[in-house]
């Protein structure tokens, strides 16, 4: 459906904007009003332009419409990404539960033969709770330093 929805999005086209070396996209909505007035007001103004007030006041109230969706596309992707993180976090307590509740039953000599096998590879997996190689080196660890005295200053 997402994919639906992207091939319906209408993208401008971008090849009638001069390449500047400053940005455009930041200009204050009142001063974009003022120049529409202008080219409306002037002929010269218009044809210098080559758009006419209606086209460009039709450009500015599409561009809000589409703020506006992309403002929802971005609330809908950050509930989406809460979701997400929900089911991950829900999935691994549900890991960590099933290893605890199985090395609890592996103690129990009539099931041990059933779970010592899924304990073992768990364990295996596991990266909970160890250190990784780089910081389990021969290196011991470095002495801390004496802090330095303060020597104050008496006159003589």
């Known amino acids: 459906m997402l994919r639906a929805i992207r091939a319906r999005i209408p993208i401008p086209d971008a090849s009638r904007l001069p390449h500047v070396k400053f940005s455009s ?3 204050d909505p009142q001063f974009v009003t003022a120049s529409i007035n202008a080219i409306g007001a002037v002929d010269a103004v218009q044809a210098a332009v080559g758009r006419s007030e209606e086209d460009v006041r039709q450009e500015v109230e599409t561009a809000a419409r589409w703020t ?12 989406a990404t809460q979701a997400d993180h929900v089911r991950r976090q ?55 330093t004496p802090a330095r005295r303060l020597r104050s200053r008496s006159p003589k």
């Open 90 to 144: 829900s999935v691994n307590l549900a890991a960590l539960q099933t290893y605890n509740i199985c090395r609890q039953l592996a103690r129990d000599t009539t099931r041990a033969p059933q779970v010592v096998a899924h304990v073992q590879e768990m364990k295996r997996l596991n990266k909970l709770g160890r250190r990784s190689k780089a910081s389990t080196g021969s290196q011991p660890a470095p002495e801390p």
């Open 68 to 79: 506006a969706f992309t403002d929802e596309l971005r609330t809908m992707l950050a509930a």
């Open 25 to 27: 996209g930041n200009v």
